[in-house]
């Protein structure tokens, strides 16, 4: 050939000596080299120990001189590739490395031992700097830039006491003699390595006629093939076993166990299939408290297994995509250039339905299965209608409490947990979340030859054996009872706490409560939902709060933080004996009895909607005004100064005297409250400060649950029914309604009417 291929790469002098060792194994190939700096070099205060840097830090600009046309191909230190690739470059040859281990470079020759206590250490690899603690805890570990060179300059001057180098770069700079010690921890799997990238052509394009000065991808490819591994590596296939009963693998699966050199395979395998495979093979099984292999050695053993030219399966229990660690094993060998095929496997919850009859989906209970992993340090409740735990046999109580207590799960909830699912000895135990939540006994649904149980008996939940995948949710009650006997109540407001909790009750708050504290000295921050007072001429002083004739509390809510408010600011508690709670609904009366409130002061009014409560104060000022010959009396003798027959007429009728002049209301009510409750008391004579107590909102991530599994809803005030109508659309047919409170069912009424 008579053209030259154009080359781009870095140029610091390693850089150049890596081009002149390429092009020295193929002497018959004519090039033109281009050198430029990259992102990297031109950018040292990054640091590449932290996490920081871009993956394509040291290659972004040679790529762009090959998307440009400006060089057929780049060489790189292949460990400089990111990963993944850009979608339109490819490597096209890799050359293995000389010598792929790390040296210590220090003043005086120090080798690591030697090195006193706080010694600073300069590297730019993580991987190093964890291989250097798990030898000396003791030093200090910097970033380090710069060429080669440079950083060999810096350990001179003092900065760093030592420095990791790769061992084939100082040979490549023929700077030997300054290796203190090679170092023994494992390094970069493509330490040394020089890997050639070019332009991705597609299929159709390959075909297009190039100019005869050009070389075409093709050739390209087969300049290098000689001396690259890249042809001569095996590859690895990730190949799901099932879940244990050997019948289930699918006919890919079993070719490739068949056609492998070297099989790794897990504990949860039934390893009796493999005795007459030809293939090597080896066990990797990790299980909890028996772990055989680490996750990063079995993914070196893979590499070096393919590396070598073998055809290597993973077997994994399961589906290898599945909580086996797949995405980890790929990213590792395709980082390093190994080809990796995956075949899938019936996963282990797929079995369970099977073996067990239980569809994990049901039309009147489950429309969503959530796969969830037990091995997380903290509980994982996704927002699902059927749970299946995997590995979880160790926070199966954690979970139960998390399900019931947090996450408002039904006491009942039906839950089955499996052993060896599909094998021979598969045992099943039944028991519920409320009895898992408690670490009470499981019942044996079969006889275990692994617990010596027969059917029916009940088994420590210590005793159960392992692994377990637990199956949570309405369907796993299905085996036992009809669909109508186990649909629960679905119970909509706050979460309330589980010792008040119904079993049979699922909970799902629609409501989140947000108390304004401070509302009374800043009420400029809640400009977005205040509530003016009526009379804004009037401010409201906290020793004044004690001196209303009416608190009036239409919910629960507004209770504690007035009542908390006031205590805090009023020395005279209880209130003055002319004061009146009226309370709307039994559940605001229990919350005034609990704040303390005496019995004597609290008036319940039981009315139907707000414009009861506007008629309950009505009736109230006219009774009062019908006091008026009282007050006439008493403001007679006050003008004649007969100061003692006044007071006579005071304490006798002193609530009549004053609630006739113009009685108060202290009005605490959610933002969402209309205004039509003070205007219309103010228009009767009332005096009334109505405040913004607390907000009433939608919880930012509500839980939705299918309507379908419920047999009745339980709506708690009239911010549930319209958040749940938010949240659904609509009211659900053929679903019976419980309302809490005679203003939550005129609410409930006035959208059916409507509907």
């Known amino acids: 050939m008579n053209k030259k291929i154009r080359v781009i790469a870095r140029g610091s002098r390693l850089s ?3 081009v002149e060792e390429v092009f020295k194994k193929f002497p018959d190939l004519a090039y033109e080299i281009k050198y430029l700096e ?20 040291f290659t972004r600009e040679l790529d762009d001189a090959i998307r440009r046309g400006d060089a057929d191909i780049a060489i790189h230190s292949a460990k400089d590739l990111p990963y993944p690739l850009p979608e339109d470059i490819e490597v096209i040859a890799l050359f293995p490395a000389f010598d792929a281990t790390d040296s210590l470079v220090s003043r005086d020759h120090k080798k690591l031992a030697e090195l006193p206590a706080g010694s600073v250490i300069g590297t730019s690899s993580q991987l190093r700097k964890k291989g250097l603690n798990e030898l000396r805890t003791d030093l200090t570990i910097k970033g ?21 180098v790769a061992t084939c770069a100082l040979k490549r700079l023929d700077m030997e003699a300054e290796i203190a010690e090679v170092l023994p921890f494992p390094t970069h799997p493509l330490q040394g390595f020089l890997a050639i990238t070019a332009k991705k052509v597609k299929s159709e394009e390959r075909r297009v006629k190039n100019s005869k000065d050009i070389y075409t991808p093709q050739e390209l490819r087969a300049a290098f093939a000689s001396q690259s591994i890249l042809d001569k590596q095996g590859k690895v296939q990730l190949v799901g076993f099932g879940p244990g009963d050997p019948d289930l693998l699918t006919i890919k699966a079993a070719k490739a166990i068949d056609q492998a050199d070297i099989i790794f395979y897990d504990d949860l395998i039934d390893a009796s299939y493999l005795e007459d495979k030809k293939a090597e093979k080896v066990y990797v099984g990790k299980r909890a408290g028996y772990h055989h292999k680490e996750q990063a050695t079995i993914n070196r053993l893979l590499l070096d297994a393919a590396r070598e030219g073998k055809n290597v399966v993973r077997l994994k229990g399961g589906d290898p995509m599945i909580f086996a660690h797949g995405s980890e094993e790929i990213e590792y060998l395709e ?7 995956v075949i899938p496997g019936v996963t282990t919850a797929s079995a369970l339905a099977a073996s067990q009859k239980i569809s994990l ?10 796969l969830v992993s037990g091995h997380t340090p903290q509980p994982v409740t996704p927002d699902a209608e059927t749970l299946v735990y995997y590995m979880g046999a160790k926070q199966l109580q954690a979970i139960a409490t998390q399900l019931i207590d947090e996450d408002g799960w039904a006491f009942n909830t039906p839950v089955l947990l499996t052993y060896n699912v599909s094998r021979k000895d598969e045992q099943a135990f039944e028991t519920t979340l409320w009895k898992l939540r408690n670490g009470e006994e499981a019942t044996a649904n079969n ?16 005793e159960l054996p392992t692994p377990l995948i637990a199956l949570i949710g309405n369907v796993a009650g299905l085996k036992h009872h009809q669909a109508s006997a186990i649909k629960p109540t679905l119970y909509t407001g706050i979460l309330p706490p589980v010792s008040k909790r119904k079993a049979g009750y699922t909970y799902t708050p629609l409501i989140k409560i947000n108390h304004y504290p401070t509302y009374f000295n800043n009420q400029d921050e809640y400009e977005d939902t205040w509530v003016p007072d009526i009379d804004p001429e009037r401010p409201i002083y906290p020793n004044d709060l004690n001196e209303y004739h009416y608190y009036l509390f239409t919910s629960q809510y507004s209770v504690k933080p007035t009542i908390d408010y006031i205590q805090s600011y009023c020395h005279e508690f209880p209130l003055d004996k002319q004061s009146l709670f009226i309370s709307i609904g039994d559940a ?27 008629e309950w104060f009505k009736r109230e000022r006219e009774r009062f005004l019908g006091h008026k010959s009282w007050y006439e009396k008493y403001a007679k003798l006050i003008e004649e100064s007969r100061w003692d027959e006044a007071d006579v007429i005071y304490d006798r009728f002193y609530v009549s005297i004053e609630k006739y002049k113009m009685p108060t209301v202290f009005f605490p009510h959610s933002s969402l409250t209309p205004d039509d409750i003070p205007e219309a008391l103010f228009e009767m004579g009332y005096y009334v400060t109505s405040i913004v107590a607390y907000n009433n909102v939608l919880p930012k991530h509500p839980r939705r649950v299918n309507l ?16 749940f109508i938010k949240l659904y659309g609509k009211l659900p047919d053929n679903v019976e309604f419980i309302t809490r409170g005679p203003i939550t069912q005129a609410h409930l009424d006035e959208i059916l009417n409507k509907e």
């Open 16 to 18: 150049r000596l890596q």
């Open 38 to 57: 990259s992102y990297g070099d031109k950018n040292l205060q990054i640091s590449l120990l932290n996490g920081e840097a871009p993956a394509d830090i």
């Open 144 to 164: 380090i830039r710069g060429c080669i060179e440079e950083r060999v300059q810096q350990v001179k001057n003092g900065k760093y006491d030592a420095a990791i």
């Open 335 to 341: 980082s390093n250039l190994i080809q990796v095929e």
């Open 361 to 370: 989906t049901h039309r009147d209970f489950s429309s969503s299965v959530a």
């Open 447 to 462: 006889y275990s030859a692994a617990t010596g149980k027969n059917a029916d008996e009940s088994i420590a939940l210590t």
């Open 588 to 614: 605001t009366t229990e919350a005034l009895r609990k704040a303390g409130i005496e019995e004597q002061y609290i008036k319940q009014v039981d009315v139907d909607n707000r414009y009861g409560v506007i």
């Open 708 to 723: 379908n599994h419920f047999k009745r809803i339980v709506f708690t005030s009239p911010s549930t029914i319209d958040n």
